[in-house]
């Protein structure tokens, strides 16, 4: 099949060339939209807290609301757009597989669990039936400030009624009207990761005590993939490795962050009915005299950072800092503000470089103890 030139396959912009495949059921055909070989997006889906995400990058989130904006001009009855393999990967998380994504519009489509049972037995899809252009009128046009701002206060005025469900394997995000697909779209080229952060989301779909389906970027979307693919296989590999999901889940999250090498800056772990300092952290921060969450508290991040520097620990970055405060104040280190970080900052002062270990010819050394951050298992 014909690849795309490297120029075109990151393209995101109006026109986009795209594969559509003619599906025949019994009664009924199918035209089934999809990108073209070679495209650069990547995408992953899972269900979290009762949500069913979309999970990708920044440029996987344009492509996606071109697909959506695109989508909202289509009038002809049992068209769908897929997203399948080469384009879906591991999620992010825990390397679970990801499940095709399929928009569907609403208003002019029926997509119930038979026509779902039926695409998937179908899948992957080969030798498309042609080339179609995408258009995505106003789109460029609507997201300027303030033709943007404007759209959301005539939208705002309207119920969302659209839908996200997995239907037998399948991850459906079908918008009930025009003007819905093309808020699904705003929200996702609005989405940014210049944020401490470095991830975005946007909900998709009426409240409900909750929202059946969201849309969540990381900046390091491809590399916390490879992450969980490596952390995934270094659990299976070991005869002791969980075979109950949840439980193999958990495994993998807890050796992803070794495997990133930031285990240590977990310093709040829950467990035995209680908050206590992570395994890890506890490892480093044993060369602070901190043993528990109430002495860190005692003593302060600041001061427990000094130690740390003191002990000369390799590898010790100001992530440690921002972890250890965050702990004290029940929070994520990302969500630590720039401006509390210079006041850290400004109350660390100057750090007194570490004094060099001297060697003797005669005798073995005897220096200041050397410490090291654990090491990627």
């Given at each position: 099949m014909k690849q795309q030139r490297p120029a075109t396959a990151r393209s995101v912009s109006d026109g986009l060339k795209l594969h559509r495949h003619q599906v025949r059921s019994p009664g009924h055909v199918h035209t089934v939209i999809t990108p073209r070989p070679g495209t650069h997006a990547r995408f992953s889906t899972n269900r979290?807290?009762?949500?069913?995400?979309?999970?990708?990058?920044?440029?996987?989130?344009?492509?996606?609301?071109?697909?959506?904006?695109?989508?909202?001009?289509?009038?002809?009855?049992?068209?769908v757009v897929l997203i399948d393999r080469p384009f879906l990967c591991p999620n992010p998380f825990d390397a679970d597989p990801a499940d095709p994504i399929v928009l569907v519009p609403g208003w002019c489509t029926p997509f119930d669990d038979h026509t779902a049972r039926w695409?998937?037995?179908?899948?992957?899809?080969?030798?498309p039936d042609g080339t179609v252009r995408w258009h995505t009128f106003g789109l460029d046009r609507t997201l300027e400030p303030a033709a943007r701002d404007a759209w959301w206060d005539r939208y705002r005025r309207r119920k969302d009624r659209g839908i996200v469900s997995r239907r037998s394997g399948l991850l459906v995000l079908a918008?009930?009207?025009?003007?819905?697909?093309?808020?699904?779209?705003?929200?996702?080229?609005?989405?940014?990761?210049?944020?401490?952060?470095?991830?975005?989301y946007a909900y998709l779909g009426p409240w409900d005590h909750g929202y059946d389906g969201e849309i969540q970027i990381f900046r390091r979307f491809r590399p916390m993939v490879h992450v969980a693919n490596q952390a995934r296989a270094q659990v299976l590999s070991r005869a002791n490795a969980p075979t109950d999901p949840e439980s193999l889940r958990v495994a993998v999250w807890r050796e992803a962050e070794s495997v990133r090498g930031d285990a240590h800056l977990r310093i709040r772990e829950w467990r035995d009915r209680g908050y206590h300092l992570g395994r890890d952290a506890a490892a480093v921060l044993s060369h602070a005299d901190v043993t528990t969450l109430d002495e860190l508290a005692a003593v302060g991040a600041v001061e427990a950072y000094r130690r740390l520097h003191a002990a000369r620990v390799q590898g010790l970055t100001f992530d440690m800092l921002w972890a250890m405060e965050a702990a004290l104040t029940c929070r994520d280190r990302r969500g630590v503000s720039a401006t509390r970080r210079r006041e850290l900052l400004a109350a660390l002062g100057e750090l007194p470089a570490p004094t060099p270990e001297r060697r003797s010819p005669r005798a073995p050394r005897h220096g200041a103890r050397r410490v090291c951050l654990p090491a990627t298992r």
């Open positions: 979290f807290h009762d949500t069913w995400h979309v999970l990708s990058d920044e440029h996987g989130a344009r492509l996606l609301a071109r697909l959506l904006w695109g989508l909202s001009y289509q009038a002809r009855p049992r068209t695409l998937k037995s179908r899948l992957p899809l080969s030798n918008p009930r009207t025009p003007d819905e697909a093309r808020a699904w779209a705003l929200h996702a080229a609005g989405l940014d990761t210049a944020n401490g952060y470095g991830s975005d």
